[in-house]
């Protein structure tokens, strides 16, 4: 069982974060108390008040090691996973709610943050899971770490901007910078002072534990002079490989060791967005700067070469090149008798309109998000909230990947769900379309890691391309990216009975209608069932 790739957090108040850390002796117990806050913050000469957690532009990072429990229980248990109106009703303005679950199975890398409007411009922040006590990496013992973590700054309020842009019809507009730890870097304006830093010592080797927080931007990223070995990815280690440059999509997370073994000086990381397709992006580059010890500010930093912002051939190797690590210790445990095949099509649109809202669908359905969470309304059997009839292919069968195709396939509005039997081994396609205009997408499924089996450019071709799926020691992550133009097909055990979501990770996707869920049923026994809700679940 996999906790999510992050705690699905929102709020429009505070709440009290607590966990248990197990001991042989007696289990120590850590409160962490997030005050949902507004804070002024400025940044490229504008100031604005922000949502932040504690006052914290990122968010804290909250930390734990393998096998701990943790009150903010994934296991059995949807109740702790976050989305509005999916798993639970928002928090209320001062208001709590404890999230609870166990981490179990799972070290590494994972993120928090808001899982309503767009409220995760700011509120977010990293997981950091230790192994067990007594047991070491799979690499090389890093002298030190440090979290990068990746995001958007506009200069305007976002929820306003967003707003005025449903109000036309049109997409709003792209962030003014991205960030590193919250800050633009020196080569954009005023923010000199906004600049994050991380001293190293020469020889040593370092762990960068990255996480891609912007809302709408898959993202280069690289670090001048300097090489970066690959070891995991969602908190899943992978075989090691070296590279001068990662991609890292919007809910992902990387972690690359670095050894600071070139002259001593100041070297800039930097990371600006890839994007394949004729769709608008921030395409200004952050930055922020490697130091090595002793070496004064005043030395002017080196740039590395990014990849030009539509290079697909850095993009699909990149990609190509991640493995499980699949060891004795860790195994790759894909599914190799599948009990269900879906085929979902991914039909964005930046112009397709339901009155004036822009809106994108999964298998011609634009999902619309219930006014009860659909986990309540499956739990106390809620009538007339949802169906389960979402289908397991698209309904208009077309050239997904052809010429431009204006013709309407006949969306839908709905809060259609799909059914899953317990602990049913799934394949899914997922299918990118061109609908106007093809374009890439990282989808992430709540509840689940899944292993990414396959992927291709072009229309996936069920009688030719699972010969060449990779069955033996695939990625396994929580979100991945579908190519543009292309396929992935990912493999899952549902193993988690609950209501899980499943979107893309372009917040102007998902906001759009690009999402779904699946129903997990209960298993045969207590132990395979959801367990209750928690007293404290925000009502309705």
């Not at 229980?73 to 989305?83: E, F, K, L, S, V």
């Not at 190797?317 to 269900?340: E, G, I, M, W």
Request: one cysteine or more; a positive charge.
């Amino acid at each position: 069982m996999k906790l999510d790739s992050y705690l699905q957090l929102f709020f429009l108040g505070c709440f009290y974060f607590s966990w248990f850390l197990s001991s042989p002796a007696e289990a120590a117990v850590r409160k962490y108390q997030f005050d949902i806050t507004v804070k002024n913050v400025s940044r490229l000469c504008h100031a604005k008040p922000i949502v932040t957690v504690n006052g914290r532009f990122p968010g804290p990072t909250v930390y734990a090691r393998e096998g701990d429990r943790v009150l903010v229980n994934q296991i059995r248990t949807g109740w702790a996973d976050g989305p509005a109106y999916i798993t639970q009703c928002p928090i209320k303005t001062g208001h709590s709610y404890t999230y609870d679950f166990n981490v179990t199975g799972q070290r590494g890398t994972l993120w928090w943050h808001a899982h309503i409007l767009w409220l995760r411009a700011t509120v977010y922040g990293a997981i950091v899971i230790m192994p067990k006590e007594g047991r070491m990496f799979p690499f090389p013992q890093p002298y030190g770490e440090t979290k990068i973590i990746l995001g958007e700054w506009w200069n305007s309020d976002v929820e306003t901007l967003v707003n005025q842009a449903n109000k036309l019809g049109l997409p709003p507009p792209t962030s003014d910078s991205h960030t590193i730890n919250g800050k633009p870097g020196p080569l954009l304006p005023c923010s000199s002072k906004h600049t994050f830093s991380m001293e190293v010592v020469a020889g040593k080797t370092y762990l960068l534990r990255i996480i891609n927080a912007a809302l709408n931007d898959e993202l280069f990223f690289a670090i001048a002079g300097h090489n970066m070995t690959v070891v995991e990815i969602d908190a899943v280690y992978t075989k090691p490989f070296t590279t001068r440059v990662i991609l890292i999509a919007p809910g992902q997370t990387t972690n690359v060791l670095i050894k600071a073994d070139q002259p001593r000086s100041r070297y800039f990381m930097a990371a600006r967005p890839f994007m394949d397709a004729p769709v608008p992006v921030d395409n200004k580059t952050v930055t922020a700067i490697l130091h090595y010890k002793g070496i004064p500010n005043t030395v002017l930093p080196s740039m590395p070469k990014l990849p030009a912002p539509n290079n697909t051939n850095v993009a699909l190797r990149y990609n190509n090149r991640l493995r499980s690590l699949n060891t004795p210790q860790f195994p790759a445990k894909v599914p190799l008798k599948v009990d269900r095949h879906l085929w979902f099509g991914a039909n964005p649109c930046s112009s397709c309109q339901n009155g004036t809202q822009l809106t994108a669908s999964l298998n011609n359905i634009t999902f619309v998000m219930p006014k009860v969470g659909l986990l309540q309304a499956h739990y106390f059997h809620i009538k007339g909230v949802f169906k389960t009839d979402f289908p397991d292919r698209p309904p208009v069968p077309f050239n997904y990947t052809g010429v431009p195709l204006t013709a309407n396939l006949g969306t839908s509005l709905g809060t259609r769900l799909n059914k899953v039997a317990f602990n049913s081994t799934i394949e899914l396609v997922l299918q990118d379309t061109n609908l106007l205009t093809v374009e890439s997408h990282p989808f992430h499924l709540h509840g689940f890691n899944f292993f990414v089996v396959g992927s291709g450019v072009g229309n996936f071709d069920p009688s030719k391309d699972p010969a060449k799926f990779n069955l033996v020691d695939p990625p396994e992550r929580n979100t991945v990216g579908v190519p543009t133009g292309g396929w992935t097909a990912i493999r899952f055990r549902a193993d988690n009975p609950g209501v899980w979501f499943m979107h893309c990770h372009l917040e102007l996707h998902t906001m759009w209608g690009l999402k779904m869920a699946f129903v997990v049923e209960n298993g045969k026994s207590p132990e395979e069932s959801i367990i209750p809700p928690p007293k404290d679940l925000p009502p309705c």
